[in-house]
């Protein structure tokens, strides 16, 4: 096989072809994003070195279940269990989730957006064997929004004073992109 691909999608199934070989499960260290294998019930059965930095914390192999994550919470900033979270969803389902993000609190308290791909594994016969799941940090995209939105409405409010303060937040933004740069 060759290096593992740049998008999202091509990883999946570049590991979905290493897991369905049966190849040496060392090989999915070499995927730069964290990704990580459960059983059929969800329980966590390998993750990649990745997954580490990423949930700032060392997931536990037959014990964790469902995700790597410390903490989750919906964009809204809502909890969300990891029984519901959407790598569960694409256990409970048998299907690829796809198109939703979520936010994930470290130990420490920081937090990450990521934007997940949970993939079933399934057997010859169709039946579920485990999952996939490879995580994409989406953090700098998101303040990057949020510094342009700030930027925006400052360039069309009246009040000079509201604009003064937008331009700082967009600043905040900026400078914490910077930071994880």
Same mark, same amino acid.
Do not use: G, I, W
């Given at each position: 096989m060759q290096a593992f691909g740049t998008s999202a999608e091509d990883m999946v199934h570049q590991a979905l072809a290493v897991l369905a070989q049966d190849s040496e499960l060392a090989r999915l260290d070499e995927i730069p994003s964290p990704l990580y294998v459960t059983d059929a019930q969800g329980v966590v059965t390998f993750y990649n070195r990745a997954c580490i930095g990423f949930s700032g914390r060392t997931p536990e192999a037959g014990r964790d279940r469902w995700c790597v994550t410390w903490k989750l919470y919906t964009d809204a900033g809502e909890a969300l269990a990891h029984e519901e979270c959407p790598m569960a969803v694409a256990i409970q389902e048998k299907r690829p989730v796809r198109g939703v993000t979520a936010v994930a609190e470290r130990p420490d308290g920081s937090r990450v957006n990521f934007r997940p791909y949970p993939t079933p594994l399934l057997d010859e016969s169709g039946e579920l064997i485990g999952a996939v799941n490879l995580l994409v940090d989406i953090t700098s995209s +998101?303040?990057?929004?949020?510094?342009?939105?700030?930027? +925006?409405?400052?360039?069309?409010v009246g009040d000079p004073e509201v604009g003064r303060a937008l331009k700082g937040l967009a600043q905040e933004y900026e400078q914490k992109m910077l930071a994880l740069a």
């Open positions: +998101r303040l990057r929004d949020k510094m342009e939105q700030c930027l +925006r409405l400052a360039a069309t």
